[in-house]
């Protein structure tokens, strides 16, 4: 079992930053991949950015690329998503997530394990 417990969402103003954080308890963190997902009123879940277990590969949605940053660090357990130039259209509940095999990946269903989610709000 692994455990994820996200923070650091709040209201924000639009072209502002937030970074938040999943850390992560229970199995060892370093031999998942993770990925951050959103899921905003009335859409399905979308898949925002996902990183590598050592850290070394990326990879992002389109419309977040160039604003939105993912990495970790192995040594606190610990998953960021740094987000700047937040847009209205950022707006959701935000979701880190772990899977053994997960990398590369954009599908919810390859990743194994959930946060309970915190909520991004950009006001124009």
């Known amino acids: 079992q692994v455990q994820l417990v996200e923070s650091g969402g709040k209201l924000v103003q639009a072209g502002g930053s937030l970074r938040l954080s999943c850390a992560a308890s229970?199995?060892?963190?370093?031999?998942?991949?993770m990925g951050w997902f959103r899921q905003a009123p009335g859409s399905e879940r979308e898949f925002v950015a996902g990183?590598?277990?050592?850290?070394?590969?990326?990879n992002y949605l389109d419309s977040v690329k160039g604003r939105f940053t993912i990495s970790r660090d192995n040594a606190k357990n610990t998953v960021y998503l740094q987000m700047n130039s937040l847009k209205p259209e950022d707006t959701a509940v935000y979701y880190c997530?772990?899977?053994?095999?997960?990398?590369?990946?954009?599908?919810?269903?390859?990743?194994?394990?959930w946060g309970q989610g915190t909520q991004v709000t950009v006001s124009s």
């Open positions: 990183i590598s277990w050592g850290g070394g590969s990326t």
């Open positions: 229970g199995r060892t963190f370093s031999n998942y991949a």
């Open positions: 997530a772990a899977g053994r095999r997960a990398y590369g990946s954009t599908r919810a269903e390859d990743f194994r394990y």
